[in-house]
Each structure stands twice: as C-alpha cells, then as structure tokens.
C-alpha cells in the first residue's frame, strides 16, 4: 500500500513500537517526563503515603493477598464486569512484602498512566513526523488535569488508561515480526478484556479489514475478542436512551471545554450560565479549522481525526446510555472518570487539528510552546484534584506495616481478620465501603 492512502507502515517493525535509534531514547525521557509530572502535582506524596483508594483497598489487595490465585483475575469486579488489566496488575503486586504493597499499587498507577501519556507522543511522531511536536502534545496532555488523584493513581481505575491505551494503538503500526504480534495480539485482548468501554472498537475494526488487509487477521481477533467479552465479561446493565439528547450538551461542555480550560474554570462557568454559548463557540471554532484545512492534510491526519473523534463520542455516548445523570454531568465536577479518555483523546484530536495552522507560521515550534504554557497557566487551580489526604496515607501505611507483621506470625492462627476502618458512606453500599478487612492466615 502507498502512504497516499495512509495505510503504510513500515517494514520490520518489532514490538519496541516502531522506533527508532534516537527516537527510543527520547520515548523514554517523555515517560520519565510524564511520570513527574502527574507525580509532582502531589510532591510524591501519593507514593510515599498510598492512600488506597476505594477498590484498591477493599476489594483487588485482599482477593489476591489472601490467596494469590491467577484464576481469580478472571473475577467479577463490583461493577458486574470483569476487568482483566487491573486485577492482573493487582496480582502481580501483591506478591510484594505487605509493607510495600500499597506503594507499589501508587507506583505502578503513576507508570502506567504516564506510559499512556507517553503513547500520544508516538502517535504525535507517526502522524505529524515532528517531534518537538510529538514531544510537547504528551506533555500538555500530562499537565493538564484531565483527570484526578484515583484515575492516576489507583489499579482499579486503570481500566481507563487501559481504554485510551486501546484506542491509540490501533491507530498505530502494527509490529511486523511473527513473535511481536504475537505478543501485540495477548496485549490488546488484555486491553479489551479490561472495560466494557472496548465495546467501541468494533466499527473501527469491520472497517480495517477493507482498509488495511494485511491486518486482517488480527482485526479479525480483536472482534471477537470483544463480542466474547461482552457476552461472557459482562453483566448487562440497562437500557434507556433518555440521557442521550444531552450527549452533544455533555460532549461540549465536559470533554471540548473542560480539556481545555480545566473542570473548576468549566464549573465556574457553568454557575454562571455561560458554559454553553462558550462551549457551543469553542466546538464550531474547531470544526471551521478542520473544514478549511482538511484538504492540506496528510492521509494519516485525515485518519487519526476521524478514528480518534468516533472514539470520543462513541465512549462519551455508551457512558451517558442507560444513566439518568445528565444533571450531574452537567452540574460542577462530578464523575469525572467518565469523561476523562474522551477527554484525553479530545486533546489530541486538537493539537492534530492545530498542527498546519502551527506549522505554516514562521517560528511555530515557540508558538506551540506558548499555547502549551498558557492551557497548562489556565488549568493550574484544577491540579488540586490530584491532592491526598497525608494523614489518611499514615494510617494507610501503618496498617501495611502491621499487616506485615501478622503476617509471618501464623502459628496457632487461621483466618485472622484486620480491619481498618475508614470512609464514612458510599450508596451503593453503605457504610464504610473504604475500609480495608482481610484474613489472615488463610487455611
């Protein structure tokens, strides 16, 4: 296939996903970039004082510590699916000495949000070939608080990270090698097999068996794949379409407007009524952009933007089915784990959608530069969502200390229960839904 139509790629690709020489290193230093920059907001403090937050603590720490079973990453998780990603990650940490346990799960949330980040400067460097370009988009989705101090830092919420992971690499080349498909294909059925929300590849994947044939078998895979876990992953929820003439409401003021101005600055907004006019303006803005620069655009640029705004509304859209919370979504700042891959994904699509008119002015790298300051300067009253309590981390860590303890001191002992107590009332499940209870000593 000739790049005209946007579908080659290059030749011998192996599983480091398709660097290069210099780029591999500077893949790495946005990593490294990325991860202090989620890490800072909070001074560290989320990995020397975990916080374990909700599912972490009371559900994915005890099921594999106390037995560390493989089978049961397989479980259902409280939200009547089963979400594979997460719970293999909550396997392998718990295999940690107690003590560290609640480190590792921070660490290895912070790693693993920044490598998605980092994944937007691959996708930035196939489609545009710039890298100072590819570089600063990564680095303005890691500054801006398209996110909090759970969907960063907690296992459980990974699935969202997990989610944009999906969505970005099958925009990626796919490896070229036997062994890296291979191991390419078991990644992204882990990926699929971790949220419902992967329902959405679907069409993009129907429409790749035409569009890039020699792709056609692992396409082939991944559908099925998704239909599987659908039909066996997930417990069906349901049904209402009466939130959805709020969904271009929601999109505009949620994802459009809250990337870009932070969720407090939107919730201001939206106390004084002018979210949606501002909204309204900032989307039509955007779709002039694209209009009128749509036929100077790359194949890889015309295909990244459709692909990229389908996943937008298609998870913005299957979020918003079957949930009569349009009131809260439009309110100040709350579920802010539903919007938040559209969101990420939406902040890509704009610099995509920025790149010629950058591109055609003198000196456009400073210019980015400016744009990418001046969205992080506006978003800085946001960063305090990523804040934890210390305290709460304290007794987080001295719990795991004792723990610790206890736990090389089973003689005599079966099934010794510990408990901390936390967390005052969640609906779904009354009080203390926070606390952390496991059993020692198992028989």
């Given at each position: 296939m000739s790049e005209r139509n946007g579908f080659e790629h290059p030749v011998g690709g192996s599983f480091s996903l398709g660097f290069r020489g210099a780029d591999t290193l500077l893949w790495i230093l946005v990593i490294t970039v990325c991860f202090f920059i989620l890490a800072l907001r909070n001074f560290l403090l989320e990995v020397q004082y975990p916080i374990m937050y909700t599912q972490d603590g009371r559900y994915v720490f005890p099921l594999f510590f106390e037995r560390h079973d493989f089978s049961s990453i397989f479980k259902f998780c409280d939200g009547g699916y089963r979400t594979v990603g997460p719970y293999l990650l909550g396997y392998l940490?718990?295999?940690?000495?107690?003590?560290?346990?609640?480190?590792?799960?921070?660490?290895?949330?912070?790693?693993?949000?920044?490598?998605?980040?980092?994944?937007?400067?691959?996708?930035?460097?196939?489609?545009?070939?710039?890298?100072?370009?590819a570089v600063l988009m990564a680095f303005c989705v890691a500054a801006l608080p398209l996110g909090n101090a759970q969907l960063v830092g907690t296992v459980a919420w990974q699935h969202y990270n997990l989610t944009i992971i999906l969505c970005l690499l099958l925009l990626l080349p796919f490896p070229q090698r036997l062994w890296s498909?291979?191991?390419?294909?078991?990644?992204?059925?882990?990926?699929?097999?971790?949220?419902?929300?992967?329902?959405?590849?679907?069409?993009?994947?129907?429409?790749?068996?035409?569009?890039?044939?020699?792709?056609?078998?692992?396409?082939?895979?991944?559908?099925?794949?998704?239909?599987?876990?659908?039909?066996?992953?997930?417990?069906?929820?349901?049904?209402?379409?009466?939130?959805?003439?709020?969904?271009?409401?929601?999109?505009?003021?949620?994802?459009?407007?809250?990337?870009?101005?932070?969720?407090?600055?939107?919730?201001y907004l939206q106390f004084l009524e002018g979210a949606s006019p501002i909204a309204g303006a900032v989307f039509l803005v955007l779709v002039l952009i694209a209009w009128r620069s749509w036929g100077s655009r790359s194949a890889r640029e015309k295909e990244a933007l459709m692909v990229l705004s389908y996943f937008q509304v298609s998870l913005l859209g299957m979020v918003v089915l079957g949930k009569h919370?349009?009131?809260?979504?439009?309110?100040?700042?709350?579920?802010?784990?539903?919007?938040?891959?559209?969101?990420v994904l939406f902040v890509v699509v704009f610099f995509i959608l920025a790149?010629?008119?950058?591109?055609?002015?003198?000196?456009?790298?400073?210019?980015?530069?400016?744009?990418?300051?001046?969205?992080?300067?506006?978003?800085?009253?946001?960063?305090?969502?990523?804040?934890?309590?210390?305290?709460?981390?304290?007794?987080?860590?001295q719990f795991f200390e004792r723990v610790d303890r206890e736990s090389r001191n089973c003689a005599g002992r079966v099934d010794w229960p510990m408990v901390l107590k936390r967390g005052a009332w969640d609906p779904r499940n009354g009080p203390g839904d926070w606390s952390i209870e496991i059993f020692l000593c198992r028989a």
């Open positions: 940490l718990t295999f940690l000495p107690a003590r560290w346990i609640p480190h590792g799960f921070s660490l290895a949330s912070l790693c693993l949000s920044a490598f998605t980040y980092a994944l937007v400067f691959r996708l930035g460097l196939w489609i545009v070939r710039d890298r100072v370009f498909r291979v191991l390419f294909s078991l990644g992204v059925n882990i990926l699929i097999w971790s949220h419902p929300l992967s329902i959405v590849i679907l069409p993009v994947c129907v429409w790749r068996l035409w569009s890039r044939p020699q792709q056609r078998p692992e396409h082939v895979l991944f559908m099925v794949s998704a239909v599987g876990y659908g039909v066996w992953g997930v417990h069906p929820g349901p049904q209402d379409f009466s939130s959805w003439p709020y969904l271009a409401q929601i999109f505009t003021q949620r994802v459009v407007l809250e990337s870009l101005i932070g969720p407090k600055n939107r919730a919370l349009e009131w809260i979504f439009l309110g100040m700042m709350a579920l802010g784990r539903y919007v938040y891959a559209p969101k790149f010629p008119v950058f591109r055609d002015i003198p000196r456009f790298r400073i210019l980015l530069v400016g744009l990418v300051l001046l969205l992080t300067a506006i978003n800085l009253n946001s960063n305090k969502m990523y804040r934890t309590n210390v305290e709460e981390g304290k007794r987080i860590v």
